[in-house]
Protein backbone atom coordinates (compact mmCIF):
# COMPACT_ATOMS: atom_id res chain seq x y z
CA UNK A 1 0.00 0.00 0.00
CA UNK A 2 1.48 3.55 -0.09
CA UNK A 3 3.23 4.74 2.46
CA UNK A 4 3.69 8.59 3.67
CA UNK A 5 4.44 11.34 1.12
CA UNK A 6 6.00 14.16 1.29
CA UNK A 7 5.93 17.66 -1.13
CA UNK A 8 7.83 19.12 -1.97
CA UNK A 9 10.63 16.89 -1.76
CA UNK A 10 13.05 20.02 -1.82
CA UNK A 11 12.42 23.33 -1.60
CA UNK A 12 14.53 26.47 -1.87
CA UNK A 13 14.00 29.66 -0.31
CA UNK A 14 14.90 33.29 0.09
CA UNK A 15 15.23 34.25 3.81
CA UNK A 16 12.30 36.21 4.76
CA UNK A 17 9.95 33.74 2.72
CA UNK A 18 7.05 32.04 3.52
CA UNK A 19 7.31 28.37 2.96
CA UNK A 20 4.45 25.65 2.90
CA UNK A 21 5.50 21.45 3.64
CA UNK A 22 2.89 19.22 2.63
CA UNK A 23 2.37 15.44 4.82
CA UNK A 24 -0.04 12.53 3.27
CA UNK A 25 0.11 10.12 6.03
CA UNK A 26 -0.74 6.49 5.50
CA UNK A 27 -4.96 6.36 4.94
CA UNK A 28 -6.26 5.66 8.44
CA UNK A 29 -3.44 6.55 10.96
CA UNK A 30 -4.43 8.20 13.75
CA UNK A 31 -1.65 10.04 14.73
CA UNK A 32 1.27 11.91 12.75
CA UNK A 33 4.32 13.61 13.75
CA UNK A 34 6.74 16.31 12.77
CA UNK A 35 10.59 16.06 13.10
CA UNK A 36 13.23 18.45 11.63
CA UNK A 37 16.78 16.86 11.02
CA UNK A 38 19.63 19.00 10.63
CA UNK A 39 22.87 17.90 8.63
CA UNK A 40 24.87 15.50 10.44
CA UNK A 41 21.70 15.37 13.54
CA UNK A 42 18.90 12.90 14.39
CA UNK A 43 15.67 13.70 13.88
CA UNK A 44 14.20 16.01 16.53
CA UNK A 45 10.31 16.13 17.65
CA UNK A 46 8.86 19.54 16.44
CA UNK A 47 4.76 18.42 17.21
CA UNK A 48 2.24 15.81 16.85
CA UNK A 49 -0.98 15.18 16.46
CA UNK A 50 -3.93 12.95 17.07
CA UNK A 51 -6.76 13.28 14.17
CA UNK A 52 -7.09 16.85 13.60
CA UNK A 53 -6.07 17.25 17.79
CA UNK A 54 -2.32 19.12 17.96
CA UNK A 55 -1.67 17.27 21.09
CA UNK A 56 2.30 18.70 21.79
CA UNK A 57 3.54 21.35 19.71
CA UNK A 58 6.33 22.06 22.55
CA UNK A 59 9.64 21.12 19.87
CA UNK A 60 8.37 23.58 17.48
CA UNK A 61 11.83 26.19 17.71
CA UNK A 62 9.59 29.81 17.48
CA UNK A 63 6.48 30.99 16.73
CA UNK A 64 7.13 31.04 12.96
CA UNK A 65 5.94 27.83 12.66
CA UNK A 66 2.67 26.51 12.50
CA UNK A 67 1.32 23.01 11.68
CA UNK A 68 -1.70 22.05 11.01
CA UNK A 69 -4.29 18.69 10.36
CA UNK A 70 -7.57 20.25 9.29
CA UNK A 71 -9.26 16.99 8.95
CA UNK A 72 -7.06 14.86 10.56
CA UNK A 73 -5.35 13.53 7.35
CA UNK A 74 -2.87 15.58 5.33
CA UNK A 75 -1.24 18.05 7.89
CA UNK A 76 0.86 21.24 6.75
CA UNK A 77 4.19 22.64 8.11
CA UNK A 78 4.24 26.30 7.79
CA UNK A 79 7.39 28.14 8.50
CA UNK A 80 7.07 32.03 8.25
CA UNK A 81 9.73 34.42 7.67
CA UNK A 82 12.19 31.84 7.11
CA UNK A 83 16.04 32.12 8.59
CA UNK A 84 19.06 30.53 7.66
CA UNK A 85 18.97 28.14 10.65
CA UNK A 86 15.85 26.89 9.28
CA UNK A 87 17.56 24.85 6.65
CA UNK A 88 17.20 21.22 7.19
CA UNK A 89 15.52 17.98 6.56
CA UNK A 90 11.53 18.13 8.07
CA UNK A 91 9.96 14.63 8.46
CA UNK A 92 6.76 13.34 8.80
CA UNK A 93 5.41 10.25 10.28
CA UNK A 94 2.28 8.40 10.91
CA UNK A 95 1.17 5.96 12.92
CA UNK A 96 -1.68 3.48 13.52
CA UNK A 97 -2.71 4.81 17.20
CA UNK A 98 -1.22 6.79 19.82
CA UNK A 99 0.10 3.75 21.69
CA UNK A 100 3.59 3.84 23.04
CA UNK A 101 5.84 1.68 20.99
CA UNK A 102 3.43 1.90 17.80
CA UNK A 103 5.85 1.68 14.62
CA UNK A 104 6.18 5.09 13.20
CA UNK A 105 6.32 5.40 9.14
CA UNK A 106 8.10 7.81 8.32
CA UNK A 107 8.19 9.70 4.66
CA UNK A 108 11.08 10.68 2.47
CA UNK A 109 10.99 14.30 3.94
CA UNK A 110 11.63 17.66 2.61
CA UNK A 111 14.76 19.22 2.39
CA UNK A 112 14.83 23.26 2.93
CA UNK A 113 17.25 25.42 2.24
CA UNK A 114 16.97 28.77 2.70
CA UNK A 115 19.65 31.19 1.22
CA UNK B 1 20.10 18.57 25.91
CA UNK B 2 21.17 14.83 24.28
CA UNK B 3 19.32 12.42 26.16
CA UNK B 4 20.15 9.74 23.82
CA UNK B 5 23.09 9.09 22.47
CA UNK B 6 24.97 7.12 19.70
CA UNK B 7 28.55 7.45 20.54
CA UNK B 8 30.19 6.14 16.88
CA UNK B 9 29.54 8.31 13.34
CA UNK B 10 30.49 5.18 11.42
CA UNK B 11 31.55 1.58 11.57
CA UNK B 12 32.80 -0.41 8.75
CA UNK B 13 32.69 -4.17 8.70
CA UNK B 14 33.69 -7.19 6.38
CA UNK B 15 30.57 -8.68 4.62
CA UNK B 16 29.57 -11.65 6.80
CA UNK B 17 31.11 -10.56 10.27
CA UNK B 18 29.37 -9.00 12.82
CA UNK B 19 28.40 -5.65 13.02
CA UNK B 20 27.41 -4.10 16.74
CA UNK B 21 25.71 -0.53 16.88
CA UNK B 22 25.69 0.32 19.92
CA UNK B 23 23.04 3.66 21.83
CA UNK B 24 22.86 5.13 25.37
CA UNK B 25 20.62 6.91 27.05
CA UNK B 26 20.13 9.40 29.80
CA UNK B 27 16.62 9.26 30.77
CA UNK B 28 15.70 6.21 33.26
CA UNK B 29 12.46 7.00 32.30
CA UNK B 30 12.20 5.89 28.39
CA UNK B 31 9.86 2.56 28.59
CA UNK B 32 10.21 1.57 24.65
CA UNK B 33 12.99 1.51 22.37
CA UNK B 34 13.49 1.06 18.28
CA UNK B 35 15.92 1.12 15.71
CA UNK B 36 15.77 2.53 12.53
CA UNK B 37 17.36 2.10 9.69
CA UNK B 38 18.18 5.19 6.83
CA UNK B 39 19.21 5.26 3.43
CA UNK B 40 20.07 8.49 1.84
CA UNK B 41 17.45 10.50 0.49
CA UNK B 42 14.63 8.12 2.08
CA UNK B 43 13.02 8.97 5.19
CA UNK B 44 14.00 6.14 8.12
CA UNK B 45 12.28 2.71 8.06
CA UNK B 46 11.66 0.63 11.37
CA UNK B 47 13.97 -1.95 12.06
CA UNK B 48 13.35 -3.72 15.16
CA UNK B 49 12.25 -2.18 18.83
CA UNK B 50 12.12 -3.78 22.42
CA UNK B 51 10.32 -2.94 25.48
CA UNK B 52 12.16 -2.02 28.62
CA UNK B 53 10.62 -4.87 30.24
CA UNK B 54 12.66 -6.82 28.30
CA UNK B 55 16.69 -7.32 27.68
CA UNK B 56 16.51 -8.90 24.06
CA UNK B 57 14.33 -9.21 20.95
CA UNK B 58 15.58 -11.31 17.95
CA UNK B 59 13.60 -10.38 14.22
CA UNK B 60 16.55 -12.33 11.81
CA UNK B 61 19.25 -11.46 11.74
CA UNK B 62 18.68 -8.60 13.97
CA UNK B 63 19.00 -8.65 17.52
CA UNK B 64 18.62 -5.72 19.89
CA UNK B 65 20.11 -5.92 23.95
CA UNK B 66 18.88 -3.34 26.60
CA UNK B 67 20.86 -3.06 29.65
CA UNK B 68 18.77 -0.80 31.82
CA UNK B 69 21.40 -0.43 34.38
CA UNK B 70 24.04 0.93 32.11
CA UNK B 71 21.60 2.54 29.86
CA UNK B 72 23.14 0.88 27.22
CA UNK B 73 21.21 -0.80 24.12
CA UNK B 74 22.87 -2.67 21.13
CA UNK B 75 21.59 -3.36 17.98
CA UNK B 76 23.69 -6.86 16.59
CA UNK B 77 23.70 -7.66 12.75
CA UNK B 78 24.56 -10.95 12.06
CA UNK B 79 25.79 -12.18 9.36
CA UNK B 80 26.20 -8.57 7.91
CA UNK B 81 25.46 -8.06 3.88
CA UNK B 82 26.25 -5.05 1.81
CA UNK B 83 22.60 -4.27 1.85
CA UNK B 84 22.88 -3.17 5.46
CA UNK B 85 25.23 -0.21 4.81
CA UNK B 86 23.08 2.94 5.58
CA UNK B 87 22.70 5.27 8.83
CA UNK B 88 21.36 3.35 11.43
CA UNK B 89 18.94 5.22 14.65
CA UNK B 90 18.31 4.58 17.80
CA UNK B 91 15.11 5.69 19.07
CA UNK B 92 13.48 5.85 22.90
CA UNK B 93 10.39 6.65 23.60
CA UNK B 94 9.18 7.94 27.40
CA UNK B 95 6.01 6.52 28.93
CA UNK B 96 2.64 8.98 28.32
CA UNK B 97 4.06 11.48 25.64
CA UNK B 98 1.77 10.18 23.04
CA UNK B 99 4.71 8.40 21.22
CA UNK B 100 6.82 11.03 20.85
CA UNK B 101 10.45 9.72 19.78
CA UNK B 102 14.21 10.74 21.00
CA UNK B 103 16.68 10.00 18.40
CA UNK B 104 20.21 9.49 18.71
CA UNK B 105 22.48 11.36 16.05
CA UNK B 106 22.63 8.02 13.90
CA UNK B 107 25.72 6.08 13.38
CA UNK B 108 27.01 5.19 9.78
CA UNK B 109 27.31 1.59 8.35
CA UNK B 110 29.44 0.49 5.76
CA UNK B 111 29.80 -3.23 4.97
CA UNK B 112 32.59 -4.31 3.04
CA UNK B 113 31.97 -7.07 0.35
Known amino acids: GAGVSQSPRYKVAKRGQDVALRCDPI?????LFWYQQALGQGPEFLTY????????KSGLPSDRFFAERPEGSVSTLKIQRTQQEDSAVYLC?????????????FGPGTRLTVL | DQQVKQNSPSLSVQEGRISILNCDYT??????FLWYKKYPAEGPTFLIS?????DKNEDGRFTVFLNKSAKHLSLHIVPSQPGDSAVYFCAAIPPNTGNQFYFGTGTSLTVIP
Open chain 2, 27 to 32: NSMFDY
Open chain 2, 50 to 54: ISSIK
Open chain 1, 93 to 105: ASSLRLVNGDTQY
Open chain 1, 27 to 31: SGHVS
Open chain 1, 49 to 56: FQNEAQLD
